[in-house]
């Protein structure tokens, strides 16, 4: 089974809105990951927060961590059409090596 | 700088066919891995290498072999294709395992 699930599975919302998306895993972690794909392309790195951090900000793009909870998420502000693309947590695994990816999150963001 | 490259963008492939799917970086990453890509199972990770010369599996090794003799080429082989091996591939590299990893475009791969 994966490591990481997100939550929802699909979100569409108005350009302007704020989206946010969540991120579960199952073991300890160093460092959690969050990445977006465009449809037909690579992944694209966006935001690194590492198992010492509670919360980090990038331009408009907030994530949290709570290794309590083991969760994370991704809030996206003012979310514009350009925003629309499927989201990925990915840990880094606290066995040696690994970076698993969750399932993802689709998010359209409609004009 | 390239960054991460895949040949081919797109391979089909007839059941028990063998083949290889290139990767290589100009980054000088010592980290590099492959991962599939499948409807609604986002990317699951098959190999991964933490440097020249050394390999792990992933959650998926079965069915894929992988070497890694310099540091900028990571190349994934199919020994015997499967049709459940049609999926999309991509490799990724990054500085050390815990840093942010480059994705190349990808493969996508059919086996009829």
């Known amino acids: 089974s994966q490591q990481g699930e997100e939550d929802p599975q699909a979100l569409s919302i108005q350009e302007g809105e704020n989206a946010t998306m969540n991120c579960s895993y199952k073991t300890s972690i160093n460092n959690l990951q969050w990445y977006r794909q465009n449809s037909g392309r690579g992944l694209v790195h966006l935001i690194l927060?590492?198992?010492?951090?509670r919360e980090k900000h990038s331009g408009r793009l907030r994530v949290t961590l709570d290794t309590s909870k083991k969760s994370s998420s991704l809030l996206i502000t003012a979310s514009r059409a350009a925003d629309t693309a499927s989201y990925f947590c990915?840990?880094?695994?606290?066995?040696?090596?690994?970076?698993?990816f969750g399932q993802g999150t689709e998010l359209s963001v409609k004009p | 700088n390239a960054g991460v490259t895949q040949t081919p963008k797109f391979q089909v492939l007839k059941t028990g066919q063998s083949m290889t799917l290139q990767c290589a970086q100009d980054?000088?990453?010592?980290?590099m891995s492959w991962y599939r890509q499948d409807p609604g199972m986002g990317l699951r990770l098959i190999h991964y290498s933490v440097g020249a010369g050394i390999t792990d599996q992933g959650e998926v090794p079965n069915g894929y072999n992988v070497s890694r003799s310099t540091t900028e080429d990571f190349p994934l082989r199919l020994l015997s294709a499967a049709p459940s091996q049609t999926s999309v591939y991509f490799c990724?590299?990054?500085?050390?395992?815990?840093?942010?990893?480059?994705f190349g475009p990808g493969t996508r791969l059919t086996v009829l």
């Open positions: 927060i590492r198992s010492n951090e």
């Open positions: 990915a840990t880094d695994v606290n066995q040696g090596g690994k970076l698993i």
């Open positions: 990724a590299s990054s500085y050390n395992r815990v840093n942010e990893q480059f």
């Open positions: 980054m000088n990453h010592e980290y």
